[in-house]
Nanobody, 115 residues
Framework: QVQLVESGGGLVQPGGSLRLSCAASGFTFNTYYMRWYRQAPGKQRDLVAGITSGGSPHYEPAVEGRFTITRDHFKNTVDLQMDNLKPEDTGVYYC?????????WGQGTQVTVSS
């Protein structure tokens, strides 16, 4: 029932930008804390950013000042604007929500930062 669908990944050069989008359905989107995670090859899935139901953002220090998380309560989407990308940002990016004790994930979208 809960569905999260990420889009917007791709290949970008260091210093470039990408905008990821997560389309949410199956729950009352505007009442939930939303998160973006990423997972590099061979590493664990780590939190990148989160945003409260009221739109207050939180960032992991490695992306602070470069990434911006936003949500649109009319479209039920949460976006991640990624600027000044670095090779270390490479990985699969996942949208996440905890609905009544269950973590839900999208299918992921690949971000590759390479020259």
């Amino acid at each position: 029932q809960v569905q999260l669908v990420e889009s917007g990944g791709g290949l970008v050069q260091p210093g470039g930008s990408l905008r990821l989008s997560c389309a949410a359905s199956g729950f009352t989107f505007n009442t939930y804390y939303m998160r973006w995670y990423r997972q590099a090859p061979g590493k664990q899935r780590d939190l990148v950013a989160g945003i409260t139901s009221g739109g207050s953002p939180h960032y992991e220090p490695a992306v602070e000042g470069r990434f911006t998380i936003t949500r649109d309560h009319f479209k039920n989407t949460v976006d991640l604007q990624m600027d000044n990308l670095k090779p270390e940002d490479t990985g699969v990016y996942y949208c996440n929500v905890n609905v009544r004790g269950t973590f839900y994930w999208g299918q992921g979208t690949q971000v590759t930062v390479s020259s």
